[in-house]
Every structure is written in structure tokens, then in C-alpha cells.
């Protein structure tokens, strides 16, 4: 009965590694600088899959793997259904937060009735927020350099993920609105919690065991 | 447009495929037939209203609509046949006042799929039983569920079981109104354990803990033990573990079983037990059904009910070939003379074909011919 787990490269699979750890997995290889998408572990019944961030509910959904770990932004545009959530990870943080160039009346501008232009890589989200507060927002979905949208009068606002905020500094923008917090998740496919229960439980056990505070 | 192309999550089944879809249906309808399940066929469209129960909306979502010219009301194409069935239960047989136990096969269609492996048009096969709310009620259905999987030899299967009246009888203990319990429903359902702590974050104790615990609570048949220390003793938790523990009971060494208290199944009907079956090699389950009494109250009566169902269509890739008996050729030019005999293999079951064009054996799928003899017709090897 293998174990197959999906994770993106970058912060999500370095923030994994200790929680891999704690339940005795070690990839056999850094996907970082190999370019093998299926990486074997020190287990020969478990191994990684490498994927897109936002394709790893696609994967523990369709059953092609049995774990996976994705943002909670990537989950809420996917819709997590069909798809067992069990655990915050409390990795990979940050806040998906309404952001403006600097000197842009924000305020005056989301006031109830009125209408916005929104840049997002996330526009269920973006478009579930600004309907909570009453206002009309046609979403422009982009796929990365948001924050460019309002300097070249794209959009009025953007919806991203902010972590430092680095970014928007350098281009000038301010984050005005906290929409969610954002981490980590443990995704199952719901059959092989079922039908991998014994082989699956234990390793969960060992991610809730070492989750960072 | 290309116009051979189907639309997305519909497709065709081919020759070989139909055939043996074909049978595992009537294989399955008749081990309906021999459990005492009478069967009946719904029509494929059917008003709106009789179609969906009011407030599900996930059904609704579901089902195509169109307008009907002759009424000037709203028609929808079924997207489950359930309903169809408790609505001949409840209305049209209800001088029955007994038991009565319904089968049926057949189309339906949906807008979306269920999933990513799913056809937008599943073959429902199913069975229901009304008038008994005994758990020896549950046990017969899910006994007929196993082995319908078991006859088109489903691998290693599992039965998982849960029981909605837990999460109904704390939701409706700690006061919560319906639309927080929807929304604690919808996130329960996906073991959303962050989502959960948030919404259950104000609720009181002994709710709160419940409802954190709920969606830890599953696994083997020891999860019973632990969901009694776990969960307050309300009525309906107690009934419903009482329940859950004569299942284990029921089909201990017989089926690997495993119980999830947070399961719901996503339905808004169902009322008491639910239960699905898994199988390695399907990302999801392979049949499904539970408890949903009194879903006939809307037709006029309220009788308990549970059942099954499943889509013929997840199964094609396991149900046994069926080794395509060869048939006897004869040749175009033998014909009309050999009329009567060509009918006389038929009709004993022989596939008979008539060769237009001199086609060879694999072809034509020949292995034998039929040819003019002294006193008659003979068959003899074709190759």
C-alpha cells in the first residue's frame, strides 16, 4: 500500500521537511535542484510528487495522491470538495489583504453601492469579500505582478497574499484590508483515509504532533 | 464546432463495453428481484417540484432545467432517482400500508459532476425499502449493496458507516440556527478542523468539545467506545451509537468496516444511518445510500425509508468480459434459401451474420460457417 504525497517547491516543501521529520519521512532528494517530479523517500511505500501549488487539490482530489499540503487560498479558490481538511499545517503564513497605491482614497472608494476594478489571482475570494460589504467589483484575474495593475490604472485595487510586504513598498502600493488569515493545510483524499486508514492515521498523528505554534 | 464532439464528462459506451454494462445490470436486477424488490421505472422528466424537495439546493444545482410547452411549468431532467421512488411510494402505492421494497435502473443526468471521475450522465442502479424503521431494515440494504458489489467481484472492498442524527441532535442541542448549522454542515463534511474551531468557537460546553471531537472521531469499530466519552449523552447520540455498535456487530468478519461520525454524505435528506462502500483503485466511493424517513411526507406520507444506490459507470473498468461468443457466417448469396435455417439458429441463441462482402473470420467475429449440404444446411469451421 504505497503512500503518495503532493507538495509545491519553494517555502511550502521547506516548512514540510520538519513535519516529514516528526513522522520518520525523508525525501531522498531536493526538488530544488533535482528535476524529478516523483521523489522517492527513505520509505520505499512513500514518495513525493512534485506540483504547482494551486494543482495540489487537483492531485489529492482525482486520487492521484493521497496527501498533499496547500495554502489556504489555493483551497478556497479550488473549493475543497470532495476533499478531507484535518489539519492547519500553521506553515507558509501570511494575509490575503486588499492593497492600493499609495494616496488612492481607499476608504471613499468601497463605500456601499459603489464599484471597483480588482487585479487577483484569487478572484473568489476577492469577489466573496467585497460582496459581504456591499459593493459591485469586476475582477480582472491576472496570474502574477498584481501589483502592477493599479500603477498602470488596470485596476483600482488588488487582492493578494502579503507576507512581508516587500513588495508593495517597492512599487508603492499600501495594504488597506485584512481579508484572511493564510496557512498551510493537510489535505486527504477522502476514499484513502478510509481504504489507507492504518498507513495514513500515523503519519497524521506525527504532522499534528509537530505543528509549530 | 467539430460536430462529433460530445460534451464534457459525457461519452459513449462502445460495443464490447455496452454488453457487459448491460448484463451486470440484469445480473444486478435480478438479485433485486429474488430479495422480494419489485422494479419500477421513473420517467426521465418530471416536474420541478416533485423532483426536488424544497431547500436542496445541492440537488437542485444539480438537475437540468427545461419548460414544458403543454403546462407552462418548469420540468427538470432527474438527477437522482430517490426522490422518483419515494414519490411512487408515497403516492401511488400508498394503499400499501406494509413493507414495500422498490428497485430500479436507469439514466439520470447531471450539470456538473459529482467529481473529476464522475459522468455527467451516471447509470443509477438502486434499491429502497419503505414502511420498516428497524435496523434489521439498514442490515438487509446494506447486505444487498455488498453483494451486488460482490457479484461484478469489486476487490477488497469497505464498508464505512456513519449516522447523521449525531450531528443533527448536537446542532440542534446547542441551539444552533439553520444557517449555522448549514454552514458547520459543509465544513464537518470536508473534516475542516480549522473552520470548525472557528465557528464553533462561542458555542457552550459540552457542544463545543463535541464538535471539535467530531471530526477526529473516525476509524475502526474502537471509535464507538471513544465517541461515548467523547460526546454528551444526548438521546439521539446514544440511539445512534446503539445503532452504529449493531452494525459493527452485523458485519464483523465479514466485510472490513470502518465507522466516520463526521461523515454526511452531503445529502440533506438522509436522517439516521448512512453508509458507503470503498474500494482500492476509486477516488471515491462505489455505492452510497443510508436512512431518509419521511421524504414522502411531501407527497402526502411519511413513511421511513432507506437504500442504495450506485453508477453502473464507475464499475466498467472491473465487470468481467465477457468472452464475445463467435458467431456463424453465411454467406449474402445463400440467402433466401437458407432463411429458415438462419432463424432456426437464432432463435436457439446462435449469432447468425449475413456476409455481404466476403469478409474474413476476425472481421466479421466468425468462427463458423454456414454452407449448403446433400440434405440441407451444415456448419462447418470458418478461418
Known amino acids: ?213 | 464546432m467539430r460536430n462529433w464532439l460530445l460534451p464534457e464528462y459525457i461519452a459513449d459506451i462502445l460495443p464490447a463495453t455496452a454488453r457487459q454494462v448491460e448484463s451486470a445490470k440484469a445480473a444486478m436486477l435480478e438479485q433485486f428481484r429474488c430479495a422480494g424488490y419489485e422494479l419500477v421505472l421513473p420517467p426521465l422528466i418530471e416536474y420541478v417540484d416533485s423532483l426536488i424537495a424544497e431547500g436542496d439546493t445541492a440537488l437542485d444545482l444539480k438537475t437540468f432545467k427545461l419548460d414544458d410547452q403543454l403546462s407552462g411549468h418548469q420540468l427538470g431532467l432527474r438527477a437522482d432517482i430517490t426522490p422518483q421512488v419515494a414519490r411512487i411510494d408515497a403516492h401511488l402505492l400508498g394503499h400499501r400500508t406494509g413493507v414495500t421494497r422498490l428497485c430500479y435502473a436507469g439514466s439520470v443526468v447531471h450539470t456538473r459532476p459529482n467529481g473529476l471521475m464522475s459522468s455527467r450522465q451516471p447509470m443509477q442502479v438502486g434499491a429502497e425499502l419503505y414502511g420498516y424503521a428497524g435496523i434489521e431494515a439498514d442490515i438487509e440494504i446494506i447486505e444487498l449493496m455488498l453483494s451486488t458489489l460482490d457479484q461484478v467481484k469489486v476487490p477488497q472492498l469497505r464498508l464505512d458507516v456513519g449516522h447523521t442524527a449525531i450531528f443533527r441532535g448536537l446542532a440542534t442541542a446547542a441551539g444552533l440556527s439553520p444557517q449555522a448549522t448549514r454552514e458547520l454542515f459543509a465544513v464537518l463534511q470536508n473534516k475542516d478542523a480549522a473552520s470548525i474551531a472557528e465557528q464553533v468557537a462561542g458555542l457552550a460546553e459540552p457542544y463545543r468539545s463535541a464538535f471539535l471531537a467530531l471530526p477526529e472521531l473516525y476509524g475502526p469499530a474502537s471509535v464507538l467506545e471513544k465517541a461515548r466519552t467523547r460526546l454528551p449523552s444526548l438521546p439521539e447520540v446514544e440511539l445512534a451509537l446503539m445503532q452504529l455498535t449493531a452494525i459493527a456487530r452485523a458485519f464483523e468478519g465479514r466485510v472490513a468496516i470502518s465507522f466516520d461520525l463526521s461523515e454526511l454524505r452531503g445529502t440533506h435528506y438522509h436522517t439516521g444511518l448512512i453508509f458507503a462502500a470503498y474500494a482500492p483503485g476509486w477516488a471515491v466511493e462505489l455505492a452510497r445510500g443510508g436512512r431518509y424517513d419521511n421524504v414522502g411526507r411531501r407527497f402526502g406520507r411519511a413513511r421511513p425509508a432507506t437504500g442504495f444506490s450506485l453508477d453502473l459507470r464507475d464499475l466498467i473498468q472491473i465487470l468481467p468480459e465477457r468472452g464475445s461468443a463467435m458467431g456463424v457466417r453465411v454467406a449474402n448469396r445463400h440467402l433466401p434459401a437458407a432463411q429458415g435455417e438462419v432463424e432456426r439458429l437464432r432463435a436457439a441463441g446462435e449469432v447468425v451474420i449475413i456476409d455481404y462482402l466476403g469478409e474474413s473470420a476476425e472481421a466479421i467475429g466468425c468462427n463458423r460457417e454456414l454452407i449448403p449440404a446433400a440434405d440441407g444446411w451444415q456448419i462447418v469451421p470458418f478461418n
Open chain 1, 1 to 213: 500500500m504505497t503512500l503518495t504525497i503532493a507538495l509545491s517547491k519553494g517555502r511550502i516543501f521547506e516548512e514540510t521537511l520538519p513535519l516529514l521529520a516528526a513522522a520518520g519521512i525523508v525525501p531522498a532528494e531536493d526538488p530544488e535542484s533535482s528535476r524529478k517530479l516523483i521523489i522517492e523517500t527513505n520509505h520505499a511505500d512513500v514518495r513525493l510528487v512534485i506540483v504547482r501549488a494551486s494543482d495540489v487539490p487537483t492531485y489529492v482530489q482525482y486520487g492521484a495522491a493521497d496527501l498533499g499540503i496547500a495554502g489556504r487560498d489555493v483551497l478556497i479558490e479550488h473549493g475543497g470538495d470532495g476533499l478531507y481538511q484535518p489539519l492547519d499545517l500553521n506553515i507558509a503564513k501570511c494575509k490575503m489583504m486588499v492593497a492600493v497605491e499609495n494616496g488612492f482614497d481607499y476608504q471613499n472608494a468601497v463605500r456601499q453601492g459603489a464599484r471597483l476594478k480588482i487585479a487577483t489571482k484569487y478572484p473568489k475570494i476577492a469577489r466573496e469579500h467585497f460582496a459581504a460589504k456591499g459593493v459591485h467589483v469586476d475582477i480582472i484575474k491576472l496570474y502574477g505582478s498584481m501589483e502592477l495593475a493599479p500603477l498602470v490604472g488596470l485596476a483600482d485595487a488588488i487582492v493578494d497574499l502579503v507576507s512581508t510586504g516587500g513588495t508593495l513598498r517597492a512599487n508603492n502600493l499600501v495594504a488597506v484590508e485584512h481579508i484572511i488569515d493564510i496557512s498551510s493545510r493537510l489535505v486527504v483524499n477522502q476514499a484513502a483515509l478510509k481504504l489507507k486508514y492504518d498507513r495514513i492515521q500515523p503519519v497524521l498523528d506525527a504532522f499534528a504532533s509537530a505543528v509549530p505554534a
